[in-house]
């Protein structure tokens, strides 16, 4: 039987992964092309334009666009430190410790995002009604943290369980207590890390659209912004300046947490 030779195979990997990264990268593109294209240039028969303009994130900007970022800003924020303040103390006990059904608790961490938002949705908010947080930046950050949870507690887990025990129990011989031993020692070699875990929570914030829009009327974040406005009016460059508006932080943060990432990723592998 004749084999394919070697280069055959370099060529078919090589043609997934630019039609991979096209079908990424592609849409991207004409988003950030096309928020800056003039109309009457959008409108004619031409496929690039020579000429820009930021009339259409102004335009967004003036209907609200500013206020809806800044309070995605605030919501990110918000369910990245109460994920962290809950999910932190979690995933270290997950990592170090040894005790009955430690498996199905991860189990059950994992299982509460088995069920769609729509299904909850209804009751949380009537929820909220009552608590008086509806339409409110905090019950949205909670509602978020709900969501953000499962995955800081796994993912923490992971990046603790990679740190060797013997450097924190080395911190207890020379006098260190366990929390002086988990805030001088563990932290700081968990920190790469746990940058990552926060910019993962903070997108998972920014991007979330259903909750943002069942749970606000008013002070709605800006991708429930963006479809409940945006997305209605009739000018498409408009359209493409929302998108580019709610991709451009995602790409910010992935830009900055690229070697994060790596490094988490190799922690959990350990």
Known sequence: MISAPAWMGDIARYAFLAVLVSWILVPLGISIVYAFTPLDVYYSDAILSTTFTLDHVRTLWVLGAGEAFLRSVAVGAMT???????????GYALARYVFPGRDAVKLAIIATRMFPIIVISVSLLKTFFALGLNDTLVGLALAHTAMALPFVVIITGSIF???????????????????MVFLRITLPLAAPGLAAAGMFTFLLSWNEVFMA??????????????LNSAFATPIEPIRFAAAFMLILPALVFMFLARRYLVTMWAMAAR
């Open 80 to 90: 990245v430190g109460i994920s962290f303040l809950l999910g932190l103390p979690g």
């Open 161 to 179: 369980g990679g740190i060797p025990r013997e450097l924190e129990e080395a911190g207890m011989i020379f006098g260190l207590s366990s929390f």
């Open 213 to 226: 829009s069942v749970l606000t009327l008013v002070n709605r974040t800006l991708p429930a912004f963006i």
